[in-house]
């Protein structure tokens, strides 16, 4: 059994991280913080544990969560936790940082997308990429996990398993997504009031969004050279999940048949529990939706190869608070512990919901 933390536990991934922690066998969460909160129930932000945990918020005191915590999971907005996880780190605590800061191991992309100079280039070479699924062995041997975006984590997983292949153009790849409002985490804001935010289908960052450096940075590790991604998002009327429509298009002189495609998809995911490949011929459910994953750690994969233009179109669908954000931080923090991947993550969503 080991200690942990949640810095910013009041916020949507603090919730998420609380739902699967509580239930996990192996953690005994000590500290949950936020400051605008501070002595109160956790029932009064999340009243999905009310009669389940009697904690009560308190504020980010990093000796007192240094000594009471073995991992840290930094639930906080991007260029926070640059600040807080060297002294944690210091003091021995494992760290799993929700936010940008230790994702990017380029430092001078860091003024360009998060406007701030790294303070800590070490730590950036030291981190691990939060993917367990493609970067298992790093993860395992890490003090900090720098967990992914969530519109990275949707176009990652659906690109990966094709990246290596000459088959494709790695240079113009379209990642097109859809996603929902608790991405934008609890604070709220003009556009996320509801009368601005509901029924819309809302371009946003249709161009220059921050994850797409991300996105480039882990498919680039594994093609083995450059990949280049157009990464266009938009807002639509659900509280959770994304779907990534992924435009690639096939090399002139390298024909490739739907079932080369599948068995790509399928060496690369062949043992991930949480990578699901949707192949069906009938029903409503033929490609992947977020709907089905809603609160899962299951990332649904799907592609159909389009006869009128040498193109392919992968669907890939998440949670994004789940296989987006907190579920894959606690299948990190499985692979750091060295057990079962699936601990505290093993379940299906509701249908229907
Ligand atoms: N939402 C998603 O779908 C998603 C997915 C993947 C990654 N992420 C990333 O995960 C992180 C958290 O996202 P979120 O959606 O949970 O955000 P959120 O709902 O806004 O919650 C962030 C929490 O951090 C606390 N906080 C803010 N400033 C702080 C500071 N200076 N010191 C300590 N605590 C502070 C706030 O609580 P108090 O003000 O009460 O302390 C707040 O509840 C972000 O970096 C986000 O980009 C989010």
Redesign the pocket.
Known sequence: MVDVGI?????????ELLRLLLFHPEAEVKVI??????GEYVQRVHPNLRGISRLK?SG?NLSKIGDECDFVF?????G??KD?TPELLDMGVKILD????FRLKNPELYPVYYDYEHPRIDLLEKSAYGIPEINREEIKNADLVA????LA?SGIFGLAPIVKYEAFNLENIIVDTKIGS??????PSSSSHHPERSGVVRAYKPTNHRHTVEIEQELSKIAKKPVKIALSNHAVDIVRGILATIHVWLSDDQPIAEKDIWQMFREFYQNEYFVRLVRDRKGIYRFPDPKVIVGTNFCDLGFELDVHLPRLVILSAID??MK???GSAVQSFNVMLGIDEKTGLDFPGFHPI
Do not use: W
């Not at 608790?182 to 604070?187: E, T």
């Open positions: 810095i910013g536990a009041a916020g949507y991934t603090g919730s913080t936020s400051r605008r909160y501070q918020f980010v930094t639930a906080v907005p991007h926070i936790s807080i929700m936010s940008a800061d967990c992914p975006g969530c984590t608790s991405a934008a985490g609890d604070s994004n608070l987006g954000a907190s």
